[in-house]
């Protein structure tokens, strides 16, 4: 069975930092990766997504703040968060844009002083 495992949120001041994981149980090296985020009430937002090359593309509301990477042996996408803001605050998960897989539990990132 498809997995994805997303970890690494937590609780972080304005301005702090987090890394999230995401660890898949399927080869991801051909695949576009994401990573989106939810806060209730509202529609699942995508953030951040990188292509099979290493290419980038940030929504406006994160680029220049936050990093998606990819390590295809270890089948793990990365998602570097730096100078978080509490509009950050929503459970992040990871999919595949193009042939979604069932989506796992996310992990809750809360920023906040």
């Known amino acids: 069975q498809v997995q994805l495992v997303e970890s690494g949120g937590g609780l972080v001041q304005p301005g702090g930092s987090l890394r999230l994981s995401c660890a898949a149980s399927i080869t991801i090296d051909g695949s576009l990766m994401a990573w989106y985020r939810q806060v209730p009430g509202k529609q699942r937002e995508l953030v951040a997504s990188i292509l099979k090359s290493g290419a980038t593309n940030y929504a406006d509301s994160v680029r220049g703040r936050f990093t998606i990477s990819r390590d295809n042996a270890k089948k793990t996408v990365f998602l570097q968060m730096n100078s978080l803001k509490p509009e950050d605050t929503a459970l992040y998960y990871c999919?595949?844009?193009?042939?979604?897989?069932?989506w796992g539990q996310g992990t809750q990132v809360t920023v906040s002083s």
């Open positions: 999919n595949r844009p193009l042939s979604l897989v069932p």
